[in-house]
């Protein structure tokens, strides 16, 4: 995954016949419905640096959980696949928790729980690519709050005055 463009992704989640919610080249992100996939998983976000189009990071985003187990096994199917975490936080049982994996492919594993609200968090991050998507998404998270400020009478450029 380290070294996945966005195409190379698209044609992935085609073949898995993952259902489009959006891709579009004018975000950096491309999200999927993906409730089939696994027990509780709404969407699947993929975030890509302008620059490349390289694979940034890859967000399962879950149901809100009204019991803790979910995170304890949500870490067995990573475990199994990757080993033990280098990092952990928090407990398992209550609270919150976050547990990071390093991958040799300069890839990140990371999953999480918020607390009270139990909302669990599985994501990967491509730390080489990282910092400019990051900007990125940043960026493209203020474009509503300025469109907001603007003057809404105001008419489009291609409209004659």
């Known amino acids: 995954m380290s070294t996945a463009t966005r195409e190379d992704m698209r044609q992935a989640l085609r073949r898995e016949g993952l259902a489009v919610q959006r891709e579009d080249e004018a975000f ?7 409730s089939n996939l ?3 998983l709404l969407q699947l976000k993929f975030s890509y640096a302008r620059d490349g189009q390289k694979l940034a990071r890859v967000e399962y ?3 809100t959980f009204s019991d803790n187990a ?12 990757f080993g033990r975490p280098q990092r952990v936080t928090g407990r398992e049982e209550s609270g919150p928790y976050h547990a990071v994996w390093r991958l040799p492919d300069q890839m ?24 400019q998507a990051s900007a990125d998404s940043e960026r493209e998270s203020l474009q509503p709050k300025m469109g907001k400020a ?4 105001a008419l489009p450029l291609w409209v004659a005055r």
Request: aromatic share 14%; no cysteine.
């Open 108 to 131: 990140e594993v990371f999953v999480g729980r918020e607390w009270p609200q139990k909302t669990t968090y599985l994501k990967f991050f491509n730390v080489s690519v990282l910092g």
């Open 38 to 40: 696994m027990p509780g």
């Open 70 to 81: 979910h995170v304890g096994e949500l870490m067995t199917r990573i475990e199994s696949r």
């Open 150 to 153: 603007q003057n809404i009478h």
């Open 28 to 34: 950096s992100e491309d999200i999927y419905e993906a």
């Open 61 to 63: 985003v879950f149901t």
